[in-house]
């Protein structure tokens, strides 16, 4: 294979290197990225918005567990983790 040049090689897509290589490759810079796992790092993947979702279903656990405490009788709760992942990853995208 070839060797190409680039005037700047960064290395991970998490929020640091997306928008860095936005930047500098709007700016005319010849710009490749690396990657080494997961496209978008920690905060796409598992920080961030997993978390917020993870917590906001938590919530809604809590709440419906308490039901009765307020009067309103929801039957027996459980909590699908394969969904609250899944509600999670179609935030992050
Ligand atoms: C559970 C959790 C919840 C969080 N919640 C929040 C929040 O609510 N709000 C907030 O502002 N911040 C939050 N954060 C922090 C936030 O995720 C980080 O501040 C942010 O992701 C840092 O961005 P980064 O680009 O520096 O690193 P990262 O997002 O970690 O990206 C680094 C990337 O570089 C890649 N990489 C590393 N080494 C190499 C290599 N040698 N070659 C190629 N690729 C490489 C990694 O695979 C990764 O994809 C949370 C973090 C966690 C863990």
Do not use: H
Not at 70 to 86: E, F, L, Q, T, W
């Amino acid at each position: 294979m070839a060797a190409e040049a680039f005037d700047v090689v960064i290395l991970g897509t998490g929020q640091a290197g997306k928008p860095l290589a936005l930047a500098l490759a709007n700016a005319g810079w010849k710009t490749a990225i690396v990657e080494r796992d997961l496209v978008g790092g920690t905060c796409i993947n598992y920080g961030c918005t997993p978390t917020k979702t993870m917590v906001a279903s938590a919530r809604v656990a809590y709440l419906a567990r308490r039901g009765a405490d307020y009067g309103v009788n929801a039957g027996p709760i459980s909590v699908d983790m394969s969904r609250v992942i899944a509600r999670g990853l179609r935030f992050a995208m």
